[in-house]
C-alpha cells in the first residue's frame, strides 16, 4: 500500500517560503531545482516549493494559475501494479515527471475529483519509506 510521502505547494517568492517552512518548522532543504523548486524535508515527508512562474509557464501542461496546494504524492512498492489499481478505480492518467531511472520521478494521475496526485516508486528527496525510522529512540 502506498505511503503518503510527497506535498508540493506553489508560490510567488520561492527563498521567501522556503525561508518560512526552515525556521517555523525546522525543515531542511533536501534539493534544489535551480530557481523552479526546492524540496523541503521534516526527515520523513518531502514538501516541494514551486515557483508559480516555472509551473504556470506556457506550455506546462499543469499551468493552471493555482497557488497553494497544487499536488500530492504517494511513495508506492510497484508503479505498474499501483497504476493499475488508481486506474481501475477511477483515477485518469495526467502525465509522467522526471527521470524514469532517478529520485522524484512520478506519475501523475487526476483523482475522480480532478484533484492532481502522483505515485513514485523510488519516492522524492528527503522523503523516508518508512514513517518509523525517522523516530526518536526511546530512552529507558
Same mark, same amino acid.
Given at each position: 500500500? *502506498?505511503?503518503?510521502?510527497?506535498? #508540493?505547494?506553489?508560490?510567488?517568492?520561492?527563498?521567501?517560503?522556503?525561508?518560512?517552512?526552515?525556521?517555523?518548522?525546522?525543515?531542511?532543504?533536501?534539493?534544489?531545482?535551480?530557481?523552479?523548486?526546492?524540496?523541503? +524535508?521534516?526527515?520523513?515527508?518531502?514538501?516541494?516549493?514551486?515557483?508559480?512562474?516555472?509551473?504556470?509557464?506556457?506550455?506546462?501542461? +499543469? #499551468?493552471?494559475?493555482?497557488?497553494?496546494?497544487?499536488?500530492?504524492?504517494?511513495?508506492?512498492?510497484?508503479?505498474?501494479?499501483?497504476?493499475?489499481?488508481? =486506474?481501475?478505480?477511477?483515477?485518469?492518467?495526467?502525465?509522467?515527471?522526471?527521470?524514469?531511472?532517478?529520485?522524484?520521478?512520478?506519475?501523475?494521475?487526476?483523482?475522480?475529483?480532478?484533484?492532481?496526485?502522483?505515485?513514485? =516508486?523510488?519516492?522524492?528527496? *528527503?522523503?523516508?519509506?518508512?514513517? #518509523?525510522?525517522?523516530?526518536?529512540?526511546?530512552?529507558?
Amino acid at each position: 500500500m *502506498g505511503k503518503l510521502r510527497h506535498l #508540493a505547494i506553489v508560490v510567488k517568492d520561492l527563498e521567501a517560503s522556503c525561508r518560512f517552512y526552515e525556521k517555523c518548522f525546522d525543515m531542511k532543504r533536501a534539493f534544489q531545482a535551480g530557481q523552479h523548486a526546492v524540496y523541503l +524535508t521534516d526527515g520523513v515527508m518531502n514538501l516541494a516549493v514551486l515557483a508559480y512562474d516555472s509551473v504556470n509557464r506556457p506550455g506546462s501542461p +499543469t #499551468a493552471d494559475g493555482r497557488l497553494g496546494i497544487h499536488h500530492f504524492g504517494f511513495l508506492v512498492d510497484d508503479l505498474k501494479k499501483s497504476q493499475a489499481l488508481v =486506474e481501475a478505480s477511477g483515477a485518469q492518467y495526467a502525465m509522467d515527471f522526471g527521470d524514469p531511472n532517478g529520485m522524484n520521478f512520478e506519475r501523475k494521475f487526476l483523482d475522480p475529483e480532478g484533484n492532481l496526485f502522483d505515485i513514485s =516508486e523510488k519516492g522524492w528527496y *528527503g522523503a523516508l519509506a518508512d514513517a #518509523a525510522a525517522a523516530k526518536e529512540p526511546e530512552t529507558v
